[in-house]
């Protein structure tokens, strides 16, 4: 999936976290709404990648520090974040800013680090109908798992990105005006 739909799918996660951080957090849960939009496509920039052009081949070709769909596509480094966040049962401490404004730290932290990596998730899934698809056992597998539905960069993936952000956004403007409707 190319930048634009991993941003959008990555929103959409981050929308959906908010949405069930909702009712315990209130606002501070839509911290999950940004860190979903860059967890979206973090599995790509931590690679650290820039163009490089190779003059034998007479063009401009991607290269990154870590090979490009290994270790930052490797699922357990996503979803045991992103189960922990969500099951560890963590005391929010609150922290006392002004003599009237409380703000709970460990809730914004938490929204922060569960949008994080469940748009990183959400990357991983998007890439999977890739034909390059994502390593499955280890980090440098060979064997990897693919649907080889359409290929990267494709017209539709933005399109399916704003209809799946569109969606999350309908569902959290649901759990806050529950009377909306
Ligand atoms: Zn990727």
């Known amino acids: 999936m190319g930048r634009t739909g991993h941003h959008l799918t ?11 951080g909702w009712h315990a957090l209130g606002p501070s849960a839509l911290t999950a709404v940004p860190f979903g939009w860059s967890g979206g496509s973090a599995p790509d920039w931590l690679e650290i990648a820039h ?20 270790i930052t596509h490797w699922w357990p480094l996503w979803l045991v974040p992103a189960l922990l966040v969500t099951v560890w049962p963590v005391h929010v401490p609150a922290v006392h800013l002004f003599a009237s404004t409380t703000l709970a730290i ?7 680090l569960a949008g994080f990596s469940a748009g990183g998730v959400m990357h991983l899934l998007m890439d999977v109908p890739n034909p390059t698809g994502i390593p499955i056992l280890t980090p440098m597998a060979r064997s990897r798992w693919s649907l080889r539905w359409w290929k990267s960069g494709n017209a539709l993936e933005p399109l399916a990105g ?20």
């Open 10 to 20: 990555g929103l959409a996660a981050g929308l959906l976290v908010a949405a069930a």
């Open 106 to 112: 460990g809730g914004v932290l938490r929204m922060a």
């Open 51 to 70: 163009a490089e052009f190779l003059s034998p081949r007479q063009k401009w070709v991607r290269v990154s520090v870590i090979p490009h769909r290994t």
């Open 162 to 181: 704003l209809a799946m952000a569109g969606v999350a956004c309908a569902i959290l403007w649901l759990v806050v005006n529950p009377q909306g409707w």
